[in-house]
């Protein structure tokens, strides 16, 4: 279950072989400050193209809603079922009970913090599938897919309820996201969608007294590295987990990309028996090279206390380095005009080429042509040609890929 915060990432999540996205829109949902989010009139678009591509849709609507959002989360969910969006990804029980009166299949969101089977039983009067809290071991997940099929217990689909667990990107220092720090400082509610990333400062502790400074193992003590189960995936399907979500609806299109490849190969391997330790550090090493804060696994395995990121920010092995845009494409002789804007494009150079409709691909330089002459290297400001094996669309970006130092 690959994130979608935009066209470019929805399109990478069916290039890399998803079975289903998620997604937000406007303002009800858990990353409406993100700056990536699509809007009520895309239901219809988003719904499409997911049925092409064989992917179901999940919108969320997973904030706390006040009374004067109610019209508007009923509006979009009648919108949405019109549209035919798959399901909903709720916690609020407003917008619970109300997708279950527009007859749209519900999953409960992790915000509500599902932490055993009866709370699990409960829900399942409205919900098909629900995302377990993050905090759980392997052996508490075990045991509550274990209730599942001992007790028999049903979505309103008839089916038995499935579970869903996040495998794989950023988490939160508070328990199942239930964060208020950005209320505190800034009056902005991260369980209205407003997180701005406190926790991921750096904050010194003073002493008021003798005003002596500290700072613990000069660490980021509230920003935790990023979730990575890549390497003990065969133990949380083992335990019951049926649906693999990853986090990351604020991520670039080419994290979507990498981190979906990723997991499906995980999983065939599983599948086919052939998975081990060699696989999984290798399947590793490749999320390092998109967006991730340093990998831990989380609770899952039992740890008691988080691990924390010894740096700000993207702590990718590669470096993306934004070079030009498309301005054409010549179909017949399979050529892309490119306006460099940025830095100077060279033959050799590694390349991602991102857009709402190419989603991402991957080249490298094999020619350079200005006009009709053909060169190493194509300068800052200068109009070039490129030799590309797929159809580009105009305004496609073009980005330098190389290691991060």
């Keep these: 279950m690959a994130p979608a915060g935009n066209w470019a990432a929805l399109t990478a999540a069916a290039q890399a072989g998803a079975g289903s996205?998620?997604?937000?829109?406007?303002?009800?949902?858990?990353r409406a400050h993100a700056a990536h989010n699509f809007m009520q009139n895309d239901l219809q678009g988003v719904a499409s193209f997911c049925q092409k591509h064989h992917m179901r849709s999940y919108l969320t609507v997973n904030t706390i809603f006040y009374d004067q959002d109610?019209?508007?989360?009923?509006?979009?969910?009648?919108?949405?079922?019109q549209a035919g969006i798959s399901a909903v990804i709720a916690s609020d029980?407003?917008?619970?009970?109300?997708?279950?009166?527009?007859?749209?299949?519900?999953?409960?969101?992790?915000?509500?913090?599902?932490?055993?089977?009866?709370?699990?039983?409960?829900?399942?009067?409205?919900?098909?599938?629900?995302?377990?809290?993050?905090?759980?071991?392997?052996?508490?997940?075990?045991?509550?897919?274990?209730?599942?099929?001992?007790?028999?217990?049903?979505?309103?689909?008839?089916?038995?309820?499935?579970?869903?667990?996040?495998?794989?990107?950023?988490?939160?220092?508070?328990?199942?996201?239930?964060?208020?720090?950005?209320?505190?400082?800034?009056?902005?509610?991260?369980?209205?969608?407003?997180?701005?990333?406190?926790?991921r400062?750096?904050?010194?502790?003073?002493?008021?007294?003798?005003?002596?400074?500290?700072?613990?193992d000069n660490k980021y003590i509230m920003s935790p590295k990023d979730?990575?189960?890549?390497?003990?995936?065969?133990?949380?399907?083992?335990?019951?987990?049926?649906?693999?979500?990853?986090?990351?609806?604020?991520?670039?299109?080419?994290?979507?990309?990498?981190?979906?490849?990723?997991?499906?190969?995980?999983?065939?391997?599983?599948?086919?028996?052939?998975?081990?330790?060699?696989?999984?550090?290798?399947?590793?090493?490749?999320?390092?090279?998109v967006f991730n804060r340093g990998f831990w696994g989380g609770y899952y395995l039992g740890e008691k206390l988080g691990q924390w990121s010894n740096a700000y920010g993207n702590q990718a092995t590669q470096k993306k380095t934004y070079v030009a845009r498309v301005t054409?494409?010549?179909?017949?002789?399979?050529?892309?005009?490119?306006?460099?804007?940025?830095?100077?494009?060279?033959?050799g150079d590694k390349i991602l080429i991102i857009g709402p409709t190419t989603g991402v691909m991957e080249e490298t330089v094999s020619e350079i042509r200005l006009e009709d002459t053909s060169v190493q290297t194509a300068p800052q400001g200068s109009l070039c040609s490129i030799p590309v094996k797929e159809k580009l669309r105009r305004s496609d970006k073009i980005y330098r890929v190389g290691e991060a130092f």
């Design 328 to 347: 054409n494409y010549f179909s017949k002789a399979g050529v892309a005009e490119l306006k460099v804007e940025a830095v100077p494009l060279h033959v």
């Design 93 to 199: 029980m407003a917008a619970i009970i109300e997708a279950r009166a527009q007859d749209l299949e519900v999953h409960i969101s992790t915000q509500l913090n599902v932490s055993n089977i009866e709370a699990l039983a409960f829900y399942a009067r409205y919900a098909d599938v629900v995302v377990l809290a993050r905090e759980l071991t392997l052996d508490q997940i075990r045991t509550i897919a274990r209730g599942v099929k001992e007790r028999c217990i049903k979505g309103p689909s008839g089916n038995l309820v499935r579970l869903e667990l996040f495998c794989h990107g950023a988490l939160c220092m508070a328990v199942s996201g239930k964060c208020y720090l950005s209320l505190h400082e800034y009056n902005k509610s991260a369980n209205r969608g407003s997180c701005y990333q406190i926790c």
């Design 21 to 30: 996205v998620y997604f937000g829109v406007g303002k009800l949902n858990m």
């Design 227 to 289: 979730l990575c189960t890549v390497t003990f995936l065969d133990r949380i399907m083992d335990a019951g987990i049926e649906v693999l979500k990853i986090e990351g609806r604020a991520r670039s299109a080419e994290y979507v990309k990498t981190t979906v490849q990723v997991y499906s190969r995980a999983v065939d391997a599983v599948m086919e028996g052939t998975y081990s330790p060699v696989l999984a550090a290798e399947l590793e090493e490749r999320l390092k090279t």
């Design 70 to 81: 109610l019209e508007v989360l009923k509006t979009l969910l009648k919108a949405a079922r």
């Design 201 to 216: 400062r750096a904050y010194t502790v003073r002493d008021s007294e003798t005003e002596a400074e500290l700072k613990v």
